[in-house]
């Protein structure tokens, strides 16, 4: 009662949209990862500005790194929750879902890649 009353209908609804679009963010990123791989296929490159797949290993931590972060995410999240409450904790990981897709975009390496997703 007391957590939600505090908030104005409308900022309610903007931490539900935001929420809602960081989590279809997630979704989106771990089911898309396949279609990326073609596009970093190390034949493909051709400029030295082109971020390149070169062996088994990096493709396999640019797929796994995703859900290797969302499993130490699950593992931390209840002492987040705890420490910070659920909407901050939920506003935290709206900061990841944020500034992970803008370092993706912006990543010159393979390593800086795998550390965004």
Not at 3 to 32: E, H, I
Not at 44 to 51: A, F, G, L, R, V
């Amino acid at each position: 009662h007391g957590a939600v009353a505090d908030l104005s209908n409308s900022r309610l609804q903007l931490l539900v949209l935001v929420t809602s679009l960081s989590l279809f963010n997630f979704g989106y990123n771990t089911a898309s990862i396949g279609g990326v791989l073609l596009f970093l296929a190390s034949d493909d490159c051709k400029e030295s500005s082109d971020i390149c797949v070169t062996d088994h290993l990096e493709k396999g931590l640019l797929v796994a790194s995703c859900l290797v972060g969302a499993m130490i995410g699950a593992l931390l999240a209840g002492m987040l929750a705890d420490s910070i409450g659920r909407r901050g904790a939920l506003l935290t990981c709206n900061i990841f879902y944020t500034v992970g897709p803008l370092g993706m975009a912006f990543a010159p390496s393979i390593t800086l890649l795998v550390a965004a997703r």
